[in-house]
């Protein structure tokens, strides 16, 4: 009997330890998690904050609106909360719907006028016995220094100096997601010109030369004619695309197949090329004909100018995280100092239209579309001598966030 009873206590007394480690853990976990209410506030207002942003960024737009202004109403406390541009009101979410007409007016008045305002309830005037709607705070939105719509918060009540603040630090956060919008879309435009003018560049040049290549075959060969035809077809297709600021490495050095081909035509044995491609970087994404300009610049800013045979070298390699890419030739080079001037001048006051600045140009913009896509430590890096050829390298990651070849 006694051995009984000393394994029920000894039971009892392991389920009491078993019990308090079990709370110390608990009482642990709590101290180590987000467990103070100022902790979750601070999560939930970030968290809040983060789904506004996303629609916001796309621009001012009745769509990102609608889908922004309900998160915005939490981080503001608002009984209702609007959006509008300079004109009309774009989305509301909660209360004060039947006073949009007055809240737009009020609105364009607060834009117009650059500072923001609060309503009384005798000035949002309403016939409906019912109406809730006491007051509202109306906050200019500016982004980039421009006023481009107004935040309206409505309140249930006079509104209280907390709901000011917290309109206005609001409508200044908003203004500052806009403004990310716009840079977006300046540096969008700034890329879409940037390939215009390397399409400009293009077409003056080995236009001319390769319809004069294929004109040359028309009688002598009309079947290696209407090869280069098809090649020269589908070489422009490519290079004057409608869509997409990237493309693949596999789709640039196809492109660069089609114009090589063409070339060889026109050159004949003096133009040599070597191919040193690693498979598995085929797949990696790069700013749209930012590989071609180089070769082209190989082929006619080096080659051109040599007597006898010539060779374009393009080697791409697998560096784990990064695919390293380099364009070489053997031809006359240039000075590096005239090199770094003009593009020095480039940067600065433009270019001449000479044959010179036509290769500055080309460097340049792929330089600068590479570092805005992929940041600083992605540039193009230049060796050449007068008489030694030149070679330039590329370091391109793999992935990189929001780069994708279409987009």
Known sequence: MGGNLSAVFGVVSLVTALAAALFAVGRLRARRGIATATQRATYEVLHTAGL????????????????A?????????????????????????????????????????????????????????????????????????????????????????????????????????????????????????????????LRAQISPHFIYNALTAIGSFVRTDPERARELILEFAEFTRYSFRAHGEFTTLAEELRSIDRYLTIERARFGDRLQVRLQIAPEVLPVTLPFLCLQPLVENAVRHGLSRKPGTGMVSIEARDAGAECHITVEDDGVGMDPTTLTAGIAELAGAGSDPTDDAGQHVGLSNVDERLRSAFGDRFGLVVETGLGSGTKVSMRVPKFHPGVRAGS
Do not use: F, M
């Open 52 to 67: 506004a942003a996303e629609p916001l960024r796309g621009g001012l737009t009745e769509a990102g609106a609608t889908k």
């Open 69 to 197: 202004v309900r998160h915005l109403r939490a981080l503001v406390g608002a009984a209702g909360l609007a959006l509008t541009d300079r004109e009309a009101l774009l989305a509301l979410d909660g209360r004060g719907a039947h006073h949009g007409a007055q809240l737009v007016a009020a609105a364009q008045r607060a834009v117009a006028a650059g500072r923001s305002t609060v309503l009384g309830e005798s000035e949002l005037h309403c016939d409906r016995v019912d109406c809730p709607v006491r007051g509202a705070v109306i906050a200019p939105l500016s982004a980039d220094g421009r006023l481009v719509g107004a935040l309206v918060a409505v309140a249930d009540d006079q509104p209280a100096p907390g709901l000011v603040q917290a309109t206005l630090e609001t409508a200044h956060w908003a203004g500052n997601q806009l403004a990310l919008a716009e840079l977006d879309s300046s540096r969008e435009r700034l890329a879409r010109a940037e390939v215009r003018a």
